[in-house]
């Protein structure tokens, strides 16, 4: 075996890095047999496809606070590829702490050709953060699940990066990454990020006021409740979060104004086992959950149309154009919840901080307008 990877003609091979391939491939097999300790540094790649297909990671500055082995940035490269983008419009930063994966980051993008500021050493993100300045337009992460201790008690309380929010409690650092991305984010900047379900739930220490202001200030984009046995580290469903700086309608992007708007996927049904274990979601999954998303932000112009990658009177298209387009007309104006179709359901912001992730997922607000479009995913 070694031999072969030896006789590989890296020369030859510019555009298909079969080095890569095969170092992501031990990376995934490595990452399976060591069960939970996988995690730490290794995201199935169906999810990490999943971020990258919905943020479309183009143009402008990618980072990836807790960048394990890079599989976030590789498959960022992988997408402006396969949209015939050029890889020279990005540039890559990200963080690790653990001191062998941020070697095997170094090396996943090494072999690739790859560039990237990865911190001068190996450190943690919120007491050594190694891109201080950093404004980020694209920022896709795996943050690692309830992470327990993560500062003192006496630590970090007047921290910029919490400015505004209350300061995330001790026992569980999931909301201590939310707003550390949040705060890394530019003007225009997306972040797509996994979290353990119980993230959109929780009110332990503050973080019900802090999931309600997150959603106060207009973050909250799209949600996706993922099904079960996607992770190596966990068998339990997590959940996808989608934060935007700004919901404003943009032309350039094909965007329309969706301030004030929340998308929820449910795709738990969804998904096909490839072992008595594991469960992967397939490359028709992972485009029925971005075009989902796509369409739903889209202003339905024709360049925009044309750059998802149908024509404006293909029938798919159409129906869900139509669909999602009706849908946020009622939601802007003050309809009744009648006649809505029977693929979408809607729900108000509520007026406190409860949420749960089931049926569909739903985040509440103070706002008492506030409204949100759910999709449910079934399978085919």
Request: net charge positive; proline share 6%.
């Amino acid at each position: 075996m070694i031999d072969a990877i030896d006789n590989i003609d890296t020369v030859a091979d510019k555009e298909e890095y079969t080095v890569g391939r095969v170092y992501e491939y031990f990376l995934g097999k490595f990452a399976a047999s060591e069960g939970k300790l996988g995690g730490e540094f290794y995201t199935p790649k169906c999810v990490v496809n999943l971020i990258a297909e919905m943020i479309e990671p183009y143009k402008g500055k990618i980072y990836d606070p807790c960048c394990g082995s890079g599989g976030m940035f590789v498959q960022s490269l992988k997408f402006v590829k396969s949209h015939h983008g050029n890889t020279k419009d990005i540039s890559v930063y990200g963080q690790e702490y653990t001191a062998t994966t941020y070697k095997l980051a170094k090396m996943n993008l090494a072999v690739r050709g790859l560039s990237a500021n990865l911190g001068e050493v190996p450190a943690d993100s919120f007491f050594k953060d190694q891109h201080p300045d950093l404004k980020a337009d694209y920022i896709m992460a795996n943050p690692p699940f309830n992470m327990k201790d993560w500062r003192a008690p006496d630590e970090l309380t007047k921290d910029s990066r919490f400015s505004g929010y209350e300061t995330p409690p001790t026992g569980n650092a999931n909301y201590a990454w939310i707003l550390h991305m949040v705060s890394k984010l530019s003007t225009n900047g997306v972040a797509g990020f996994v979290l353990a379900n119980g993230a959109m739930s929780t009110n332990t220490t503050g973080e019900g006021a802090i999931r309600q202001k997150l959603v106060e200030n207009d973050l909250v984009d799209c949600m996706i409740a993922l099904p079960g046995q996607l992770f190596y580290t966990t068998q339990i469903p997590v959940c996808l979060w989608f934060l935007s700086k700004s919901k404003k309608a943009n032309k350039e992007r094909g965007y329309r104004d969706r301030e004030g708007e929340t998308l929820f996927i449910d795709a738990r049904q969804i998904g096909s086992m490839i072992s008595r274990t594991q469960k992967e979601l397939t490359e028709e999954d992972i485009a029925r959950i971005a075009d989902t998303y796509h369409n739903w932000r889209s202003d339905g112009s024709p360049a925009t149309v044309s750059r998802l990658g149908d024509s404006p009177g293909s029938p798919e298209s159409e129906s869900t154009r139509q669909k999602t387009g009706a849908i946020a007309q009622r939601l802007k104006g003050s309809e009744p919840y009648a006649d809505q179709p029977a693929t979408a359901s809607r729900r108000r912001w509520k007026t406190s901080a409860n949420t749960t992730s089931y049926s569909p997922p739903v985040v509440t607000s103070a706002r008492p307008r506030w409204k949100t479009t759910a999709f449910p995913l079934k399978p085919r």
